[in-house]
């Protein structure tokens, strides 16, 4: 499976997501997670499971580890993980998912904390680790916590990316962090070439018309 555009896509939303896989993106992440209100997470997990969509090319980004039932049991290959700190929140992951699964779920890890970077080694290392195939930055939610201003060249974030390029060695290149500033395209062209250029393989697209400028670039 290629990662060049991944399109996050709310999972209580059932007009975005029919139209989501009429799109290029080479993978779609129904979120369960921070674009979904408190009160709709059942109710997302319903329209998910009613709209025909294409599990083959469909993540889940779960809210918590209560989610990994529902991603089990509907047999989608893989999660995205929200602020992955350390190996043994991996491993109670991994316990949970073999309670569950008739086939191995993927996890791609999201690095949006302080903790996170830190804890990098142990988390590319991690006994769960078989189930990893690439990292993921989420920049957005780690500058937040440290009071980060992050400016247009995203200088301030160099050194984060620089990290998790630095530990996927022995894994497929890793995901770029989103771009939220949807209506500045050329903004989101500069910041993916700047990921590009560092090693990323692909970029995490939050709006369709991000999506034929991350394939192209990281293509």
């Keep these: 499976?290629?990662?060049?555009?991944?399109l996050f896509v709310p999972g209580h939303e059932e007009k975005k997501i029919r139209k989501a896989y009429t799109l290029n993106a080479d993978l779609i992440v129904l979120d369960l997670e921070s674009t979904v209100p408190r009160d709709?997470?059942?109710f997302a997990k319903k329209i998910i499971k009613n709209c025909e969509i294409n599990k083959e090319k469909t993540y889940?980004?779960?809210?918590?580890p209560r989610d990994l039932e529902f991603v089990a049991i509907?047999?989608?290959?893989?999660?995205?993980?929200?602020?992955?700190?350390?190996?043994?929140q991996l491993e109670a992951i991994n316990v949970e998912l073999h309670s569950w699964e008739h086939k191995k779920t993927d996890i791609i890890p999201i690095i949006e904390s302080m903790k996170g970077i830190s804890s990098l080694q142990e988390i590319s290392n991690s006994n769960s680790s078989y189930r990893i195939n690439l990292l993921s930055l989420g920049s957005h939610?780690?500058?937040?916590?440290?009071?980060?201003?992050?400016?247009?060249?995203?200088?301030?974030?160099?050194?984060?990316?620089?990290?998790i390029i630095d530990h996927s060695k022995n894994l497929k290149k890793p995901l770029d962090t989103s771009?939220?500033?949807f209506k500045n395209l050329d903004g989101f062209k500069s910041s993916c070439l700047i990921a590009k250029k560092m090693g990323f393989g692909g970029k995490a697209c939050?709006?369709?018309?991000?999506?034929d400028i991350s394939n192209k670039i990281f293509s």
Aim: aromatic content about 10%; overall charge negative; hydrophobic content about 35%.
């Design 40 to 42: 709709k997470k059942d």
């Design 179 to 181: 771009y939220l500033n």
């Design 60 to 64: 889940i980004r779960i809210n918590d």
């Design 141 to 163: 939610d780690l500058a937040k916590s440290i009071n980060l201003q992050v400016s247009e060249d995203e200088k301030e974030i160099t050194n984060f990316r620089q990290k």
């Design 1 to 6: 499976m290629k990662y060049r555009s991944v």
């Design 74 to 88: 509907e047999s989608f290959p893989g999660i995205f993980l929200p602020f992955t700190e350390s190996a043994l």
């Design 206 to 211: 939050i709006h369709p018309d991000q999506i």
